[in-house]
Each structure stands twice: as structure tokens, then as C-alpha cells.
């Protein structure tokens, strides 16, 4: 179902189809969950499981990579519920300057 010159970010996610989206992650949180959607093109669709018609975030394969390296490496820990808000003044550090902080 995957018409590649039709995909634009923020499109309908029910215009993409119901087949193939996945859960990579989830937890004890009622099923609301991030879901994902691998396009034939190499670019990944994002939605919210619990509105899976809403809107679609596409994005290409290099920002994925990037977003999923920097999650890892902790970029995304003041994201977390369990840890204060970082200095949103401050000058943007790495990751290892937000652990530290």
C-alpha cells in the first residue's frame, strides 16, 4: 500500500495502512504506546497507538539512527518522569554533561 511519492509528514497514519506496524517498545502503561511502520522506501512512520488515525511522523532512515544514538547514549533522560528537568538555559552539552548533572 506503500505509494512513496504520497508520503508527507503528518499525513493521515490510517492512509498507510493497518498491516505492519509494531510496538518496539512498550510498557505498563495501558497500551498507550509509540508505533512504528518500516516504509518501502527506508523512511519510518511513527503514530500513537492509541489514535491510529491520527497524524503520522515520518522521518528518514539517518534520523532515526541519530535519534536512536542519542537515546541510548542518555540524550533523551530528561525526558524521563523520574529525573528533574535539565537547565533548559544552559548551554547544550552531551550527554555525558547532562548524566553528570
Keep these: ?10 499525513m493521515p ?4 495502512g493497518a498491516e505492519g506496524w ?7 502503561n495501558g497500551g498507550a504506546c ?7 522506501d527506508g ?3 511513527l503514530r500513537q497507538s492509541t489514535d491510529p488515525d ?3 511522523l515520518i522521518y528518514t532512515p539517518l534520523e532515526i539512527e541519530k535519534f ?24 547544550a552539552g552531551t550527554a555525558a554533561d547532562w548524566r553528570a548533572a
Design 1 to 10: 500500500m506503500d505509494q512513496v511519492d504520497h508520503i508527507y509528514n503528518g
Design 13 to 16: 497514519a490510517k492512509h498507510l
Design 22 to 28: 509494531r510496538k518496539p517498545w512498550s510498557g505498563p
Design 34 to 40: 509509540v508505533e512504528v511502520l518500516k516504509l518501502s
Design 43 to 45: 523512511r519510518v512512520a
Design 54 to 56: 491520527g497524524p503520522a
Design 68 to 91: 536512536i544514538q542519542g537515546a541510548k547514549a542518555g540524550a533523551a533522560d530528561f525526558l524521563l518522569t523520574t529525573r528533574t528537568e535539565p537547565n533548559l538555559t544552559a548551554p
